[in-house]
C-alpha cells in the first residue's frame, strides 16, 4: 500500500494561533482524505482534497477553519486556524490505493494537536 | 439508525478465547465493508476487507448479512497482541467512508 508521511507528528499550539499539517504521499492518488480523531472518539472526515479543485467539506466544517490545499497528486495540506482547546485532537490524512469508492483507505500515522 | 454502529466493549477475553463482534449499519445499498484495527495512540490500519458474505483470514473471519444489514468480526484463539480498538467502517455518501465508534478488546494472560 501507499506510504503517507505526515508532518508534524505531534505539536502543542497556543490558542489563536494556526498550523499546517502536511501529508505526503509516494505514489500518485486523486484523492486525499482529512479526518479527525477527538479524545475517545472515532474519526470524523474533515474533507476530500482533489487535485485541481476546492476540497469538499463535511458538515460542520468550514473552509476558513480549515482550508486544505492540493498542489499536485503526491502533496496536501490542512491548516487549523485560530485554534481553541476544542481542537485538541489526531489529525489523520488517508489515501486510496486503487480507485473506487468500493477500495479502503490508508493512513498516516497522524499529527497529535494539543491546544493550550 | 446511525449509520454505523458498534458495542463500545470493552471486550475483556482470556487469552485463547474466541470472541465476535458485531456491527449494524443503515445504507442497505453498501457494496463493501471493512474492519480496522486501532492500537492506542495510532493510526487506525485496515485489517479486513468484505465485499461478499464474508472473508477469512487467519485467525479472523468476518462475516456480512446483508438482510439483517450487520458485519461481524469473529476472533479466534485471542492472543495478547490482538488489544485493540477494531473500529466498523462502511462506505457513506460520495466516496466517503463511514467509521464505527470502534469496539475496545482486552486481551488477558
Known amino acids: 500500500s501507499a506510504v503517507i508521511s505526515q508532518k508534524p507528528s505531534r505539536d502543542i499550539c497556543q490558542r489563536g494561533t494556526s498550523l499546517t499539517i502536511q501529508c505526503q504521499v509516494d505514489?500518485?492518488?486523486?484523492?486525499m482524505f482529512w479526518y479527525r480523531q477527538q479524545p475517545g472518539q472515532s474519526l470524523t472526515l474533515i474533507a476530500t482534497?482533489?487535485?485541481?479543485?476546492?476540497?469538499?467539506?463535511e458538515s460542520g466544517f468550514v473552509i476558513d477553519k480549515f482550508p486544505i490545499s492540493r498542489p499536485n497528486l503526491t502533496f496536501s495540506t490542512l491548516t487549523v486556524s485560530n485554534m481553541s482547546p476544542e481542537d485538541s485532537s489526531i489529525y489523520l490524512c488517508?489515501?486510496?490505493?486503487?480507485?473506487?469508492?468500493?477500495?479502503?483507505?490508508?493512513f498516516g500515522d497522524g499529527t497529535r494537536l494539543s491546544i493550550l | 439508525r446511525k449509520e454505523v454502529e458498534q458495542d463500545p466493549g470493552p471486550f475483556n477475553v482470556p487469552e485463547g478465547a474466541t470472541v465476535a463482534f458485531n456491527c449494524t449499519y443503515s445504507?442497505?445499498?453498501?457494496?463493501?465493508f471493512f474492519w480496522y484495527r486501532q492500537d492506542c495512540r495510532k493510526e487506525p490500519k485496515l485489517l479486513m476487507s468484505?465485499?461478499?458474505s464474508g472473508n477469512e483470514d487467519g485467525r479472523f473471519t468476518a462475516q456480512l448479512n446483508r438482510a439483517s444489514q450487520y458485519i461481524s468480526l469473529l476472533i479466534r484463539d485471542s492472543k495478547l497482541s490482538d488489544s485493540a480498538t477494531y473500529l466498523c467502517?462502511?462506505?457513506?455518501?460520495?466516496?466517503?467512508?463511514?467509521f464505527g465508534t470502534g469496539t475496545r478488546l482486552l486481551v488477558s494472560p
Open positions: 488517508s489515501v486510496r490505493d486503487r480507485e473506487g469508492s468500493n477500495q479502503p483507505q490508508h
Open positions: 505514489s500518485q492518488v486523486t484523492m
Open positions: 482534497a482533489n487535485q485541481g479543485s476546492e476540497a469538499t467539506y
Open positions: 445504507n442497505s445499498a453498501s457494496q463493501s
Open positions: 468484505v465485499y461478499s
Open positions: 467502517v462502511v462506505p457513506g455518501g460520495f466516496q466517503k467512508l463511514v
